[in-house]
């Protein structure tokens, strides 16, 4: 074990290689190529033992991935934004094939205009494609969310792509200290790699090819039923994790200041960070506030959110992304999971195309809610909050309020 | 205590550099620290800023620094050409590389030395510019103690091994033999 300072970026790339893959490609995209660079100086100083796959694009990166995973190697791929649209096809070839893989996402908003600063639309716009998804909102958690990225992956319990989701430049250019954990203790704690089929010359197999619809379906079926599968899995991985070097987050869901909270906050990334100041500050005014972050947008931790938030007067959601002509999407999730609680809602839209929002923003938001709930039952399914130098100039986009 | 710097440089200067140096030095006396760069694309040449923060617990605030304790400014023409002052806090204390009082209004306690002359009396010059990144630091703990000296010296050979390191360090305890209240 040896404490560096490293930014969330090179965090992953010590991670792949504690991992020991085998196969890594990419093609490079601000925010994440320092993460491919680190590997390629590692892989070409002899200190990890990988095949480093030059390509011309990223749908072609993710294939190259794939095809090597489906052959039987640890593989790893990184991109961001763009990048990651421009996978897409093969985010989804990989997940229904049931191949284990794990990609980093180093969240960035999408153009028009060009922007290379943070925000979740990136990676939300994956939510559907059967990968699991997770949110680091540290450093360190970045390095032990990605080694155990590999072992939910290859769990025959899953055998589901997984992506490690990181916020660019909050975090990936962002030296923090990394405790680095041994490689001997990793080799012990990671087994080998397992997956579904290996396509190998020797032996017959066909993937991709045409299948009786109601097979396709049944193939959907058993996706969707290891998913259900993953987040006990997850949930195992953490707490063995925690045993074995010392750091756990909670699982799908990590909770801050629940105890004695009757209101709280869902939030997922790292600036929960900044979440996290406005409900210590509030907490030190009196209000009874909460926060729950969540870890893994997919699976989605029904389960523990109810679990979670069972005893709530109100929850307030903040996206860093929104489906446009409808609500941010981690609200969507969490109404549908809260909905026969019957409390207060709200679902605020804020820090898009990389807008920094702080603790005091976070705050007036979050005792704005609380007020308003405490006077009677609401229900906000988005509230767009707007940058500091705008607000007040422009119609609000029609809000929905609706009291029982 | 958290404490907030912002570094002020021209681009090709080391700011981003000195940030992560100044973490680096503070995570090796067990605090916790983080160095970010200004989230944007840098010139050679332009003034630029990067930031550090540092604390006695862990920091979870990812938020950019908009009201920093203390600037850090590498060059002495930054006083012309940029705000240095901007957001810092009232009393905030500014690090300059400037033989004596910088042309700066306002209640700051502020910190000078000629990092330059350092920089160009121990050779530590790169395509013709002095480098004053590493002086800077050595000015930076011996005036605010937020990190001790001997952290800044272990920090910088660990960034630089060898001879180039050993440069930068004594340059850098120069700088804090030298710093002075101006």
Redesign the interface.
Known sequence: MV???LTGNYAVAYAVKLARVQVVSAYPITPQTTIVEKLSEMIEKGEMNARMIRVESEHSALAAVFGAASAGARAFTATASHGLLYMHEVVWWAAGARVPLVMAVVARAIGPPWN??VDHQDIFDQRDSGWIIAFA??NQEVLDLTLQAFRISEDPRVYLPMMVGL?G???S?????VDIPDQELVDSWLPPRRQPYVISPDTMYSMGNIAPDEDHYMMRYSMAAAMEAAKQVIDEVDKEYGEVFGRSYGGLIECYKCDGAEYYVVITG??A??A??AVDSLREKGVPVGLVRVRFIRPWPRERLLEALSGAKGVIVFDRAVSMGSVGPLFADVAQTLYPLGISMKGVIAGLT?V????GVFEEAIAGFIKEAEEGPVFVPSEWLLPRKYRGKYPSIPREVIAR | MLVEIRFHGRGGQGAVTA??IL??AA?LEGK??????Y??AERRGAPVVAFARVSDE???????I?NPDIVVVLDPKLFELANVTAGLKEGGVIVANHAERPPVEGNYKIYCVDATKIALDMGLVVSGWPVVNTVMLGALAKATRIVKTESVVQAIKERFPGRLGEKNAEAALVAAERVHEC
Do not use: R
């Open positions: 404490v560096k300072t290379i600063h909102q540290e916020e430049f909050i975090l250019h962002t030296m923090a200290p790292s600036w960070g900044d996290k100041k990389g920094d929002v702080k603790p | 940030a992560n973490a680096s995570v916790y620290a983080q160095a970010f760069p989230f944007g862990p920091i979870e605030t990812h938020s950019q908009e």
